[in-house]
């Protein structure tokens, strides 16, 4: 089982960079995220999408773009890429009722911006 | 102050050891709650969902006090394969819903 599947693993850029974060789930889910790992800090939410076709600011969307492609692909844009987004990126997917609830998360993207 | 609140750790533990840890949370209109577990440079895992009325799962236990705002985990005989960061969620219903995560607790298992 593929679950949710994120790319690339690692990745170093130059301030002023830009990249795409491609996430995809093999679970018929309807609600895709994506988070920010910091050290000492939760995971906090960057966009979400509940359905095809829909996507949502999550806590801290500046600096970031999303795409829902389809039902399976949710991907995130970092139009230029700033030292403050040296990060760990996680994408999730779920379906129950509740937005959020029961997550299942991508092995994660380590991200350095110099 | 922060939305969910948890002690970082790390809690050092031998192998065979009961160990609880605890998360406060400062919402009321909070709805659900989760632990997962997130082992070092992975990602999160649903470990348990937490109920009103206790959820044990093999030899982890999972609690919810409503009045007092806390979720607890109680992990009886620690196995060295416990050792991981585990982290406390909630969901809010403020109108739309919305998840927090706690920075998370450490735990470290010994032999």
């Known amino acids: 089982n593929a679950g949710v599947t994120q790319t690339p693993k690692f990745q170093v850029l130059k301030t002023g960079q830009s990249m795409t974060l491609q996430c995809a789930q093999d679970?018929?889910?309807?609600?895709m995220y994506w988070y920010r790992q910091d050290p000492g800090m939760g995971l906090r939410l960057i966009y979400y999408?509940?359905?095809?076709?829909?996507?949502d600011k999550g806590e801290v969307p500046n600096g970031y773009n999303v795409s829902r492609l389809n039902k399976r692909e949710f991907s995130l844009r970092l139009e230029s890429a700033a030292p403050s987004q040296t990060s760990v990126y996680f994408c999730?997917?779920?379906?129950?009722?509740?937005?959020?609830?029961?997550?299942?998360f991508g092995s994660g993207t380590q991200l350095s911006v110099l | 102050r922060k939305e969910v609140e948890q002690d970082p750790g790390p809690f050092n533990v031998p192998e065979g050891a009961t160990v609880a840890f605890n998360c406060t949370y400062s919402?009321?209109?909070?709805?659900?709650f989760f632990w997962y577990r997130q082992d070092c440079r992975k990602e999160p895992k649903l470990l348990m969902s937490?109920?009103?009325s206790g959820n044990e799962d093999g030899r982890f236990t999972a609690q919810l006090n409503r009045a007092s705002q806390y979720i607890s985990l109680l992990i009886r005989d620690s196995k060295l394969s416990d050792s991981a960061t585990y982290l406390c969620?909630?969901?809010?219903?403020?109108?739309?819903?919305?998840?927090?995560f706690g920075a998370g607790t450490r735990l470290f298992v010994k032999a």
């Open positions: 919402n009321s209109a909070s709805q659900s």
């Open positions: 679970m018929n889910h309807n609600s």
């Open positions: 969620v909630v969901i809010l219903n403020t109108g739309g819903f919305k998840t927090i």
């Open positions: 999408s509940a359905s095809e076709g829909t996507t």
């Open positions: 937490v109920y009103s």
């Open positions: 999730a997917s779920s379906a129950p009722r509740v937005t959020g609830e029961k997550l299942f």
